[in-house]
């Protein structure tokens, strides 16, 4: 299929986890970004696929709805509909894989599959100021950790990835220790604001290569937490804002270790970072400090392309449909699924 690159519109959808996302993309420009969150995950203290995909159901009409009419753009206008469709909770990335399926069917229009951690590589190129190719992007989220090498917006290389649990769990897990409500990682966060980072020392797991590891940090914290406890059950209310602190500290210098040495090997001087973690004031100050002091052009997403959104499924899809990469109608989405 071809088609005059000067006015493409895209509808994408994003339902991977526990966010119902749609997003209008005009060549290349975001026009809207609707997310809609489901709260109803806190009392059980993480996320219930089979609640998210429920919710999804009810959300994902009202959602696309909404990313028209705020992008001033009829149904009809669409030229292709993009849809995240790997990975994710299968009930979840079924839902929104479905109705992108009936719209592009109902409307004669061509699909286009997203992976879903492509596109928060790809949420760097949102903003006017993008980094440049070559470059490097620290990926981190509740589900992966990976340090990619972009080569193109469509050739992404993963040169390091976590062998275990990934940073955000590593956050969400010792909040959960610490006795924070879900998600603990944005908790963790707004304490360590007021505490002493060098309060604690916890276990850096050392992990050759670029690869990572972080189930060891959790288990630091909590054998140091049962011993303190054990001679004072108050340690951690007394001492919870640098207990946080140093948390965030140990997880963000495991991080920063691995993507300073990526630096090394390959030479690239520009460096991204992208996933929900990337909210993190901590990290972002981190790479942002770094980048001033080694001259090394750093690039942080707005706050709502680092969590799940429809906004990077767009652009990723954009630079698809610039490739003629289009999807049958009989793709199936996948819990697990490699670049």
């Known amino acids: ?178 006795g924070l409500k879900y998600p603990g990682g944005p908790l963790i966060d707004k304490y360590a604001k007021d505490g002493n980072p060098l309060a604690f020392k916890f276990a850096e797991p050392q992990v050759p290569d670029l690869n990572f590891s972080f189930s060891g940090i959790k288990t630091s914290v909590l054998y140091f937490l049962q011993k303190q406890i054990m001679i004072n059950p108050n340690f951690i209310e007394e001492n919870l804002k640098d207990l946080c602190a140093s948390i965030q500290h140990t997880i963000i210098n495991v991080l ?14 520009h460096v991204c970072i992208a996933g929900g973690v990337s909210a993190n004031s901590g990290l972002r100050k981190t790479l942002t400090d770094f980048g001033l002091e080694n001259n090394i052009k750093t690039y942080i997403p707005d706050f709502q392309y680092c969590v799940d959104n429809a906004a990077m499924i767009a652009i990723t899809g954009y630079y698809k449909f610039l490739n003629n990469e289009f999807s049958s109608l009989d793709i199936s989405p996948s819990a697990r699924a490699n670049w």
Do not use: W
């Open 256 to 269: 920063m270790k691995k993507l300073k040495k990526a630096i090394q090997q390959t030479g690239v001087k």
């Open 1 to 178: 299929m071809q088609k005059d690159s000067t006015n493409i519109i895209l509808l994408a959808i994003e339902s991977s986890c526990d966010e119902t996302s749609a997003a209008i993309c005009q060549n290349g420009k975001i026009l809207s970004n609707i997310i809609a969150t489901q709260k109803i995950h806190e009392q059980y203290g993480g996320v219930v696929p089979e609640l998210a995909s429920r919710a999804h159901i009810q959300n994902i009409v009202p959602v696309v709805d909404t990313a028209l009419k705020k992008a001033n753009c009829a149904l009809n206008e669409v030229d292709a509909i993009a849809f995240t469709q790997a990975p994710g909770l299968i009930g979840s990335l079924l839902v929104g894989t479905q109705f992108a399926k009936s719209i592009a069917l109902a409307l004669e229009k061509p699909l286009i599959a997203v992976h879903h951690m492509q596109a928060h590589v790809l949420a760097n190129l949102i903003a006017d100021e993008r980094p440049e190719f070559p470059f490097l992007c620290l990926t981190v989220s509740g589900g992966h950790t990976q340090i990619v090498l972009a080569l193109s917006p469509l050739k992404l290389e993963v040169i390091g990835e976590t062998i275990d649990d990934a940073a955000g769990e590593a956050f969400d897990k010792t909040a959960k220790i610490l």
